[in-house]
């Protein structure tokens, strides 16, 4: 892979959810050409890459991850022509367009599905087709072939009586996954990626692409847990080799999604002798508030368990030679500040902390849009505001499992996808700037003006301020880009601080993750060093003192840059 540790350190992304960032044409959904107007914004981040959600044909049961054709542009969006003047006002300001590719299922609008239902063979070997467990024979379903159940609820299984077998999709029912073992599927997936190269795109992100590889016996998973046992599947390394040597995109961007998945498989799909991704997703670190690992039941965030899982990858991968991508939000999280902040008080604190605690790690950090002026969740108060399959799916599961409607809202304000994607709040307008119409999903409700880009660009002490710092210390600084990660013990769980080192060159960081104040143990090796960066004003750490009082959500950065 042409990229090297110190490139990979010195990147930072940006994450736009099309249809909530900036509506163009008035019709409350976003658009090419809305992103294309705040190119000015972005490049005034001082980010690299700007990786787009999919904006392909799509029935839009799962916001458009649901793809009916790869290779061209949905009318809501936009057109080919607008995609191309994107990508060509982007570069001129120095900016990279990541596409998301959605290659392990497609819509099941999608042609070859299309041609697998009207009894094309070659095309119903595209996809997962079995029969049923104890079926009499062609026509009787007999029992779905295992007991996987699909991400948004219900079984992974769908009963076709066109094809007259079951298809797997482990996602939503109108999400029918690929056979990857079938070359023909991974030819055609080739070219698709190929295409858009050739378009000028400078990376990639790919959706849930460590399950694209399927065990080679379907059996039932424990707790019918069936992405456990799919994920980083037995082939997925060389399909990943595969595409990336064919698709002719080695030395682009590429980061890939990675559910469920394992240190070891992430330490492979990014160590550049690999030559599979640059970096990857994984999300053990946003599970520490599910108990007993279900995203449905509410528990307050393990702070100490967060910090491990911190240490361990960061520790880990960095002695395996791989690479994460950091980040606390995308499209399919609640809002951070919402999460492990905190909403009122010390909004602007905690939303500082949280940025400041990720992006002096080691690796590539990733902003989802609105993080950098402190977004809160969605905080609806009824069922029919929320639009997500999910969400939608699961407060039926929540009340069929005997919650009340009240308690199901207040899991849904907590979990719902729909958290992350209401508009994009630019200014203080009726729907904050993003469109002139009433946007498809309601503004949050805990919109107000202190959270616009306009009222934060005249704030030097703003969230959007503190991000841009951020942004641009990791590229002054060869430390943060670069360094050695180890955690630190603090003598709390609730303050995290770790440090970076390269040569000479150091930096402490610590988080008090706690609306409460508490007290760590300061370290001879670094105590008396100047602090780079914190979220409080004019706080200093007594360079003969044993310990030091963090406030509610400090950060503090000491260091020898
Ligand atoms: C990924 C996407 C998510 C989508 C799912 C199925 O997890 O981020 O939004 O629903 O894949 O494509």
Known sequence: MARSTRDLG????YQIYIKSFCDSDGDGIGDLPGITSKLDY???????????TPFFPSPQRDNGYDVSDYCAVDPVYGTMDDFDELVREARARGLGIMLDMVLCHTSVEHAWFQRALAGDERYQRFYILRDGRGSAGPGDP????????????????QWEPRLGKWYLHMH?????????????????????????????????????????????VFEDAPGGNGRRVVADGPHVHEYLQELVERAGIGDMLTVGEMASTTLEDCVRYTAPASRELNMVFNFHHLKVDYRGGNKWELMDPDIARLREVFQTWGE????????????????????????????????????KMLAGMIHFMRGTPY????????????????IGQYRDVESLNYYQILLDQGKTEKEALETLAARSRDNSRTPMQWNGERYG??????????????????ITVEAQQKDKDSILAFYKKLIAMRKMYPVIAEGEI??????TDRVLAYQRKLGEQQIVVFCNLDGEKHTVKADGAWRGDPVLLENYEARQMDPEGETYTMEPYEFMVLGKV
């Open 42 to 52: 972005l490049a005034s981040l001082g980010i690299d890459y700007v990786w787009i």
């Open 367 to 382: 902003i989802y849009q609105g993080e950098e002026i402190g977004m809160l969740n969605a905080h609806y108060p009824s």
């Open 10 to 13: 010195k990147i930072v992304a």
């Open 142 to 157: 007999g029992e779905p072939p295992s007991n996987w159940q699909c991400a948004f609820g219900g079984s992974a299984w």
């Open 486 to 491: 180890s955690f630190l013990e603090t003598g």
């Open 433 to 450: 700037g993003f469109s002139e119409a009433a946007p498809w999903l309601p503004m949050s409700a805990r919109f107000r003006k202190e």
């Open 172 to 216: 939503d029912v109108s999400q029918p996954d690929l056979d990857w073992t079938n070359p023909e599927v991974r030819d055609a997936l080739v070219d698709v990626v190929r295409s858009w190269r050739d378009r000028g795109v400078a990376g990639f992100r790919f959706d849930v692409v460590n399950l694209i590889s399927k065990p080679e």
């Open 316 to 351: 880990g991968m960095q002695a395996g030679g791989g690479w994460n991508a950091l980040f606390w939000c995308n499209h399919d999280q609640p809002r951070i500040v919402s999460r492990l902040g905190d909403e009122t008080v010390y909004w602007k604190e905690s939303a």
